[in-house]
């Protein structure tokens, strides 16, 4: 049975066997061996933006959208990969780390087999067949999931195994350190340790996470505004530079302060005249934002969407205007959102610069909130918006026969 919600597919477990199957069979004719069949989500974040590497908390879900890879192992230590999507190869041996940081799809893959090496990992040499379903530049993670699925197979084709989150941390050391993102953690932790129908809960710090149900009777839902601006990966670089100077500065007050998640606002305001302007912005972000993540997790509890779209908003007012990270399309969402009876909340997801919202919405006005928000937005941007109703969805998986 296919079902499609606005370009999504709804996929029933015998949709995943005959994309499985599809894998398998085009692993044949590229390689002439059997495949083994991995699979690790994208995801969107329900809360806690740009709090990961200041080592507070964040709520993302996993996405019923994927990325796919076919694995088999080789004799040699050679880790050869084909982009279905991209229809290229990339090869590298795994007896010669000396791995350059490059912004080219590769690193995702080559980066990940490198960093599982440098992690002490011994795996062998594999041919990957790697096909992405998750929407590439639209902040739903397609690279984590890359990352993972990759690094998952490896694994497995080597008869080796890690923890789900010591796969997480060697997956965001290679895009650190490979493809050249700082990213935090978040990402390769959600596409690592997601599951069906919860969000996850995690302290960046110590990596502890709790799951926690969704609400009944409302969806989230994900609006792309199929735009991502080119100096997202420089603004995100610096937004983190701004990050470790509050912290410098504060930490020469505070003993003890290791990260702007040992701040409250009022040690905040206490030393703001030590703070250039826009560092303190940016720190009022991250703190605020921090608590408003646990004020969300409270609400999840309580099953209060109200409140929970509250905060939705006020996160998307302090990454508007402290941390200075959405644009015109993403404000033009929200603000579509905003006046959708049904809607509790509305806010920017992901590092910013384009990309994607996510609205917390009643489920009987779902069909209404997709075709009010796709006609306001294309009405003002020439635009048609993908829209993706959020499915939470299992982290990574072997799809057996
Ligand atoms: C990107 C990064 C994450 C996180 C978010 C912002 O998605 O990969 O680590 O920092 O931005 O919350």
Not at 36 to 65: C, K, Q, S, W
Not at 114 to 137: H, Y
Not at 184 to 196: E, L, N, S, T
Request: contains cysteine; aromatic residues 6%.
């Amino acid at each position: 049975m296919t079902e499609k919600v606005a370009g999504q597919e709804l996929s029933s477990a015998s949709l995943v066997q005959r994309e499985a199957q599809r894998l398998r069979e085009e692993f044949q004719k590229l390689y002439g061996q059997e495949a083994r069949i991995f699979r690790a989500p994208g995801r969107v974040n329900l809360i806690g933006e740009h709090t990961d590497y200041n080592e507070g908390y964040v709520m993302p879900v996993a996405m019923d959208l994927y990325t796919w890879v076919a694995a088999a192992p080789r004799k040699d230590a050679h880790v050869r990969v084909f982009s279905q999507n991209l229809q290229e190869r990339a090869e590298m041996d795994l007896q010669d780390l000396k791995l350059q940081v490059q912004r080219h799809w590769s690193a995702y893959v080559l980066g990940v087999a490198a960093s599982l090496r440098i992690s002490g990992a011994e795996i062998g040499g594999a041919d990957l067949l790697v096909q992405g379903k998750v929407p590439m530049g639209a902040g739903l993670s397609s690279s984590a999931s890359v990352e993972v699925a990759a690094g998952y197979a490896l694994l497995e084709s080597s008869g080796l195994s890690r923890s789900p989150v010591e796969l997480a941390k060697i997956c965001q050391r290679a895009e650190n350190e490979f493809a050249g993102a700082r990213c935090g953690i978040m990402d390769q932790m959600i596409a690592c340790c997601g599951r069906a129908n919860y969000a996850l809960l995690l302290d960046c710090r110590t990596l502890g996470f709790r799951l926690l149900p969704l609400f009944a009777d409302t969806q989230f839902v994900v609006c792309n505004s199929m735009v991502k601006h080119d100096h997202a990966a420089g603004e995100y670089n610096a937004r983190r530079a701004d990050c470790e100077t509050a912290t410098r500065i504060l930490a020469e007050q505070m003993p003890g302060v290791r990260a702007l998640r040992d701040e409250s606002l009022a040690d905040l305001h206490r030393y703001a005249p030590l703070l250039p302007e826009v560092v303190y912005r940016r720190s009022r972000h991250v703190i605020s934002e921090n608590a408003r993540v646990l004020a969300a997790r409270e609400a999840l509890e309580r099953g209060d969407p109200e409140s929970f779209g509250r905060v939705m908003r006020e996160s998307h007012r302090s990454l508007k205007e402290d941390y200075e990270v959405s644009s015109a399309e993403l404000d033009l969402l929200v603000e579509i959102a905003g006046e959708i009876a049904g809607v509790y909340g509305s806010r920017m997801t992901g590092g910013g610069f384009g990309g994607c919202t996510i609205s917390l919405v009643r489920s009987e006005v779902v069909e209404e909130f997709q075709s009010a928000v796709a006609r306001g937005y294309q009405r003002s941007t020439g635009r048609k918006p993908d829209i993706y109703i959020v499915r939470a969805s299992d982290g990574m998986r072997e799809i057996l026969e």
